[in-house]
């Protein structure tokens, strides 16, 4: 469901989770190795690269925001709508209004 644009990653993250804490060290580990000056080559394309990278990492990350969102809708229109057919007199109106005051809060939060 939100994890589908994840992919392999998510399954990667689930198979080889201890990557996750020892990459940090061993990537430390490697850098040491390097001398100091390695990257003297590259003092033009890394501010480039660093920046596309950033700015595709944002874009990413507010995919998944708006898949979260989306979906989180969708199960509160969805819980509205049963409750309409539950009961001839419920007109769901309580699922609207949590839905209008937490997306106001969540505004808030983000201001």
């Known amino acids: 469901m939100i994890c ?12 080889y989770w201890i990557a996750k804490f020892f990459g940090p060290f061993l990537l430390t580990c490697i850098f040491l ?8 080559g590259f003092p033009f394309f890394l501010p480039f690269v660093a920046v596309v990278v950033a700015a595709l990492f944002l874009l990413l990350q507010m995919m998944l ?18 409750d309409q057919r539950n009961d001839v007199e ?8 949590a839905l209008i005051v937490s997306g106001a809060i969540f505004v808030l939060l983000g201001l």
């Open 65 to 82: 925001l708006l898949d979260i969102g989306y979906s989180w809708n969708d199960i509160w229109i969805e819980n509205a709508l049963e």
């Open 33 to 40: 190795i390097f001398p100091n000056n390695w990257v003297e």
């Open 90 to 97: 419920a007109t769901g109106r309580s699922w609207f209004i």
């Open 4 to 15: 589908a644009g994840v992919g392999q990653g998510a399954t990667a993250l689930h198979r």
